[in-house]
């Protein structure tokens, strides 16, 4: 079949194989072009290895560090006349391109939340790695049903004490307008800290030490996000934001756990702000995104998920450094997005962009672009005219 978009507000319902594929090889490439990571990762297990953050950091530890990987992830797959949605396939080109590098490269699809996939992904490790030296956590999810008691808790992006107003942009339509989204209430703090907070990542992290699968001074990473003031309220000290500060405190208790197993760390390292699937569903913030992706074009500092990890390993994990701290104990790859003049010419642009001025004062063009080639579509070298098999079995 001939595939293409299908835009539905942040999502696109379509995903193109061959596209998906094209994409992964584009990292790929972009981390052998920096060359070997010296004293990198060997065995590393990624939990959220499909897509966004999650899968830069596999491609990174493969192709920069020949690391064997093992990757947890959810999607749907592909079925008869009916594409899967990205992850599946991203997952289907990474494998392909690593075992053809001679790289070990697992994959296990299913809820990394529940027992099951806990324990399955414990007997791989056992059967296949005997231990893994680098655990990356990076789950973004709606949703996340308790293994223990059975509830289902559903995450939400809201603000926190009061309602607040801001700008927003359809990403789709190119309409800028004013959003005002109510408070959260106790319950909602709650069920976004249990799914997008700790608790899950320190599971994880005790049936590996407790099945003896972590390898002395073995390495723990969770990605957040802080971005600036204008977004605080939706992000920062919002919903997400709360269970942030939960997946900090997971990660002092997950430092002291390895710290004691051979001088191991677990830490956050804080990211930039980008287009990823998780991050199109959070009001206000692509609109920042559009302007941020301009301002830092204009000065030669963007990256990209790959750009970002390749950094993330290359100058803070390995490669003879260790990581650089803030104050607060957070490894800092958004400090380019961060720096004060860059946040000054956002907040200078920000209160006059309106839906007219939109295409001019921001980089919206570029937003859709990233976001498409999230799905496979507009990666160069692919005809789109072409038929397309949507159905590829996992490998
Ligand atoms: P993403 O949506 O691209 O990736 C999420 C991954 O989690 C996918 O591989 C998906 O398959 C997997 N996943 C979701 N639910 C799952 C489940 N129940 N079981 C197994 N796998 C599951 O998201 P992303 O933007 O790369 O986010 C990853 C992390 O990075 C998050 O913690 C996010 O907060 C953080 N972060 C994102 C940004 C940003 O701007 N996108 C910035 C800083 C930090």
């Not at 379509?14 to 990762?41: F, L, M, N, R």
């Not at 690391?67 to 990474?94: C, H, K, M, Q, V």
């Not at 995104?289 to 750009?307: D, F, N, P, Q, V």
């Amino acid at each position: 079949m001939i595939i293409k978009p299908k835009v539905r507000g942040f999502v696109c319902v379509t995903s193109h194989p061959v596209g998906c594929a094209a994409h992964v090889q584009e990292w790929i490439d972009y981390v052998k072009a920096k060359g070997p990571i010296k004293a990198g990762p060997k065995k590393v297990l990624v939990i959220g290895s499909s897509t966004g953050y999650g899968l830069a950091s596999r491609i990174t530890a493969a192709f920069g560090s020949g690391a064997a990987t093992l990757g947890i992830f959810f999607d749907r797959p592909s079925e008869e006349g009916r594409p899967a949605t990205p992850g599946w396939y991203n997952t289907i080109a990474f494998t392909a391109a690593a075992r053809k590098a001679g790289l070990y490269a697992k994959n296990i699809m299913g809820d990394a939340f529940s027992d099951d996939i806990k324990r399955q992904t414990l007997e791989t490790i056992k059967a296949d790695l005997g231990q893994v030296d680098l655990v990356v956590y990076s789950l973004a999810s709606p949703r996340r049903t308790h293994p223990k008691t059975g509830a289902v808790h559903k995450s939400c992006l809201k603000p926190v004490g009061a309602s607040y107003t801001n700008k927003t942009v359809d990403t789709d339509k190119g309409i800028v307008s004013e959003v005002t989204i109510e408070p959260a209430n106790e319950a909602e703090i709650a069920d976004t800290i249990a799914v997008m907070g700790g608790e899950d990542w320190e599971m994880w992290i005790n049936a590996l030490r407790e099945a003896n699968l972590l390898a002395p001074g073995a390495q723990s990473v969770a990605y957040s996000y802080i971005g600036p003031e204008v977004t605080w309220a939706i992000y920062k000290n919002g919903t997400i934001g709360l269970a942030k500060n939960d997946l900090e405190r997971a990660a002092k208790a997950i430092n002291a756990q390895l710290a004691a197993n051979g001088g191991g760390r677990g830490f956050i390292s804080v990211n930039k702000a980008l287009v990823t699937q998780a991050s199109s569903a959070i009001p206000v913030v692509p609109l920042y995104i559009s302007i941020l992706y301009k301002i830092m074009k204009a000065r030669g500092t963007h990256e990209g998920c790959i750009e970002q990890m390749q950094r993330l390993f290359a100058t803070h994990m390995y490669n003879g450094n260790t990581p650089k701290f803030d104050e607060a104990g957070r490894v800092r790859v958004d400090d380019w997005e961060m720096v004060p003049e860059v946040q000054a010419a956002v907040r200078e642009i920000w209160p006059g962009i309106t839906t007219e001025n939109l295409a001019a004062l921001t980089d919206i063009a570029g937003y859709r672009e990233e976001f498409l080639k999230l799905f496979g579509f507009g990666l160069p070298g692919v005809n789109y005219e072409a038929d397309v098999e949507p159905h590829v079995p996992m490998i």
